[in-house]
DNA sequence: GTCTATAGGACGATAGAC
DNA sequence: GTCTATCGTCCTATAGAC
């Protein structure tokens, strides 16, 4: 007859380092099967938790999916402050203000530049980007937000750039969007930067 | 006591017929909820069938999804050709020789007006492309596949129209994925035959 | 903050009857 | 070609101990 047993030999870290952990391993497991084929027990099993030890600190699994976004926004905002000299740029996907001085294509290429060092979030955003296009999905809205934000914000930076700059700021992330794509099928034969400014050479044609 | 009872009120379809409806359903259910979030239940009960009565035809659930694709490709290589004006022109996807005559530009823009009448289709790709990124995914192979296949057409008919027709070929392909993901996003602020002439416009720039 | 234990389903697949 | 019945596994979530 087997006894309950309460082990005492897992780690128990301070919880702000453990949602670190669970972040990271979460969008690293997100990007290779998506949030429908995502498990509480992989996470679990990669942090070294049980899935109740999981699910007191994201309450559920949509609870951990938002965490995440929200964790990634904060990085990128952070990272792409300072590659553009700026101190307190809000990242154009979640809302704010743009600091003088910011030029669209320097933009552009600072992302670009950004995204071709992670290609793992790169791959957990453009999966996440197709399946939440079900209005059923649990980041629906936050993408649909994510994308009309971005649009206006380009279109806005494109203003003294083209005629039309709602429909150069739909060019520029549509082609960020599929080179990204064609970038993660084989990264050895592609070289996003370069990728990039090449089509930037047509894109930002004077006209 | 229950007595187990063999039901005689299901239809009795020809396999051929039932098939496409198996290939119908399941493409609308991938495009909802990918292929990780398929369930083969789900599948049986839109079209009226227990789940072994659906294994019968399919093997199993990645067998479904080989089907789907193949089942796809040779629908899109009939409406391409006949758009075009040839006989037999097989998908540029599928393998294939090209007929003499076909300019890249109008391929592209048949191509495009042929997904702007099906968004269902488009998002079922849509979502598959970035889910077989993963190496595990049943249909990584095929995806891989049917890129560089694009790809390598896609620079044959661009030899003349550009300097760099690998690089031109890459910003088409990156351009059209983009720009399907935003129409499939708000389809009724976004004219997907439109914004793609607006494209076009650009990176069919003479040079 | 993490555990054990368990509820309560859904999953893909197989065997064998009709 | 479709069924019933069933196997074994996985899933998210909760209750309550420590």
Chains 1, 2 share one sequence.
Not at 116 to 122: C, H, K, N, Y
Request: charged residues 25%.
């Amino acid at each position: 007859m087997t006894v309950p047993v309460y082990r005492r030999d897992r780690a128990r870290l301070p919880a702000a380092e453990r949602r670190r952990q669970i972040m990271e391993a979460t969008a690293q497991l997100i990007a290779e099967r998506g949030f429908w084929g995502l498990s509480m027990q992989d996470v679990a099993d990669r942090c070294g938790l049980t899935v109740p030890g999981l699910l007191h600190h994201v309450g559920s699994k949509d609870g951990l999916l938002v965490a995440v976004l929200e964790h990634r926004d904060a990085e990128d905002a952070r990272s792409l402050a300072a590659q553009l000299g700026v101190d307190d740029l809000t990242a154009p996907w979640a809302g704010g203000e743009l600091p003088p001085g910011v030029d669209l294509r320097r933009m552009c290429a600072a992302l670009v530049r950004r995204n071709a060092g992670q290609p793992e979030i790169v791959r957990l955003f453009a999966v996440l980007e197709a399946e939440s296009l079900a209005p059923s999905h649990p980041a629906h809205d936050y993408f649909a937000a994510r994308q009309e934000h971005t649009l206006a914000v380009f279109a806005a930076l494109a203003k003294d750039l083209s005629p039309e700059p709602h429909a150069l700021a739909r060019q520029l992330m549509a082609m960020m969007d599929g080179l990204q794509i064609q970038w993660l099928r084989s990264p050895q034969t592609n070289d996003l930067v370069q990728a990039w400014e090449d089509a930037a050479e047509l894109l930002f044609v004077d006209r």
